[in-house]
């Protein structure tokens, strides 16, 4: 009898832990840049690092973000650019969309002024509160 509480002890110990770790929101981003790809940097807020996805002129394409994209972050920022990457060519001329909650679901529409100037509007319902 022993064995089988164990063995149902650690069953359940370890549906929990894969369902917080699975624990992920849908990032929807639309490109409505007619002639040019966007680059996305997906970044835990106050962290350095950044995960990179591509997003197609005209296109619109959905990503999971978790916790592994956001270095562990509940909330995140999502800075488009056209640039190629570049350190200072995505942070200065990017549009920024912040204060997104890692586990819920956005919707980021990515345009470009006249100027050049890239924008990031967030069109997704209100966060929910962040878990701590």
Same mark, same amino acid.
């Given at each position: 009898?022993?064995?089988?509480?164990?063995?149902?002890?650690?069953?359940?110990?370890?549906? &929990?832990?894969?369902? =917080?770790?699975?624990?992920?929101?849908?990032?929807? *981003?639309?490109?409505?840049?007619?002639?040019?790809? /966007?680059?996305?940097?997906?970044?835990?807020?106050?962290?350095?690092?950044?995960?990179?996805?591509? &997003?197609?002129?005209?296109?619109?394409?959905? #990503?999971?973000?978790?916790?592994?994209?956001?270095?562990?972050?509940?909330? #995140?920022? &999502?800075?488009?650019?056209?640039?190629?990457?570049?350190?200072?060519?995505?942070?200065?001329?990017?549009?920024?969309?912040?204060?997104? /909650?890692?586990?819920?679901?956005?919707?980021?529409?990515?345009?470009? =002024?006249?100027?050049?100037?890239?924008?990031?509007?967030? *069109?997704?319902?209100?966060?929910?509160?962040? /878990?701590?």
């Amino acid at each position: 009898m022993k064995n089988y509480r164990r063995t149902l002890f650690l069953a359940a110990a370890a549906s &929990v832990i894969s369902a =917080s770790v699975a624990q992920a929101g849908t990032l929807t *981003v639309i490109n409505k840049i007619p002639d040019q790809r /966007v680059q996305l940097f997906i970044q835990g807020e106050g962290t350095d690092k950044h995960h990179i996805e591509l &997003v197609k002129e005209n296109e619109q394409q959905d #990503f999971d973000v978790n916790h592994t994209h956001t270095d562990g972050k509940n909330t #995140f920022k &999502v800075t488009a650019s056209t640039g190629n990457g570049g350190s200072p060519d995505w942070k200065l001329m990017g549009g920024t969309c912040s204060g997104l /909650v890692t586990r819920a679901n956005h919707t980021l529409i990515i345009d470009q =002024s006249a100027l050049g100037k890239i924008s990031c509007t967030n *069109v997704s319902a209100e966060n929910p509160n962040p /878990v701590k």
